[in-house]
């Protein structure tokens, strides 16, 4: 084998050293995201709102934006969802009637306290224990990374997950059977007691 043939070899392990952690990493925010959405019926966005309510209780909309850096569209899109399921409400302000507050009910405290941590906590956990030195090292690599993906323009917030931020969830809450899924239930177990 030539010199130049094992440097060819080199850089294409190399190179598929590099697709493997990004796929590693597009993987592990994919899977968190299906975990947390199956166990606790919440997207990504919509957990990280929820806490930051629960945080700050008497919270406006825009405040909210930015604690989690969200647009105040999106933060309006993720509320209207959550109110609609009963896991948060909205009031105006009885001192400024322009202002409305958002508010977690007992049972969007309830499902926020039997979530799962998400992976973007896990991150930051570990990202902060970094020197100031590797910290660094790690921004400009990923940020050169975006650009040789041509995606350092595209929009991003700093929330880990996949998709559309403002998507629906995928799924009722784990205690709500919806008609279809009750139907599904008495094929699955056609002797259960009908009662």
Do not use: C
């Amino acid at each position: 084998m030539t010199r130049r043939e094992l440097e060819s070899l080199l850089l294409m392990d190399k190179i598929e050293e590099v697709l493997i952690t990004l796929r590693r990493l597009i993987r592990a925010t994919d899977l968190h995201s299906k975990q947390l959405v199956k166990t606790a019926g919440l997207t990504a966005p919509q957990l990280l709102l929820l806490q930051a309510i629960r945080e700050h209780g008497q919270v406006t909309i825009g405040a909210l934006a930015k604690e989690i850096s969200l647009s105040q569209a999106t933060v309006t899109t993720i509320l209207d969802r959550l109110e609609k399921r009963g896991l948060v409400y909205r009031e105006r302000s009885s001192e400024d009637k322009r202002k409305v507050h958002a508010y977690l009910t007992e049972q969007g405290a309830e499902i926020i306290r039997d979530a799962p941590t998400p992976l973007q906590e896990h991150f930051v956990r570990q990202f902060r224990d970094l020197r100031e030195w590797e910290q660094s090292m790690i921004i400009s690599s990923l940020q050169r990374v975006a650009l040789m993906m041509d995606a350092e323009h595209i929009d991003a917030s700093p929330v880990l997950d996949v998709g559309d931020l403002d998507r629906k969830d995928s799924r009722q809450l784990p205690d709500q059977e919806t008609p279809k899924d009750s139907e599904q239930s008495d094929r699955d177990n056609p002797t259960a007691d009908k009662g």
